[in-house]
């Protein structure tokens, strides 16, 4: 499965961007699918996720501005993020985990993602 995100740029504190991430083949059968991101000089950390059994899981620090969807019908991962804040800034990257086939953990290249104060 390869996966594409996409929507990333430079935006203003306060301001909304929507990730996507597209991917090669299905994610119905993917366990958990979730976005990541990873900010200069720092670790890559889980920003939000879904289960197969639609549990979501969001960090802390974005949780009540960020929303997770996905939309299986295009092979489609969403992340929209609201009241962005300068400290959102980083990489974000796509990742999708099965543990059917295609057994494997998957991730997408990574979209820039600038806040400006």
């Known amino acids: 499965v390869q996966l594409v995100e996409s929507g990333g740029g430079l935006v203003q504190a306060g301001e909304s961007l929507t990730l996507a991430c597209s991917a090669s083949?299905?994610?119905?059968?993917?366990?958990?699918l979730g976005w990541y991101r990873q900010a200069p000089g720092k670790q890559r950390e889980l920003v939000a996720s879904?289960?197969?059994?639609?549990?979501?899981n969001y960090a802390d620090f974005v949780k009540g501005r960020f929303l997770v969807s996905r939309l299986f019908a295009k092979n489609m991962l969403y992340l929209r993020m609201n009241s962005l804040k300068p400290e959102d800034t980083g990489t974000y990257y796509c990742?999708?985990?099965?543990?059917?086939?295609?057994?494997?953990?998957?991730w997408g290249q990574g979209t820039q993602v600038t806040v400006s104060s």
């Open positions: 879904v289960t197969n059994t639609d549990i979501t």
């Open positions: 083949g299905s994610l119905v059968r993917a366990t958990i």
């Open positions: 990742n999708a985990q099965f543990m059917v086939e295609p057994i494997g953990d998957y």
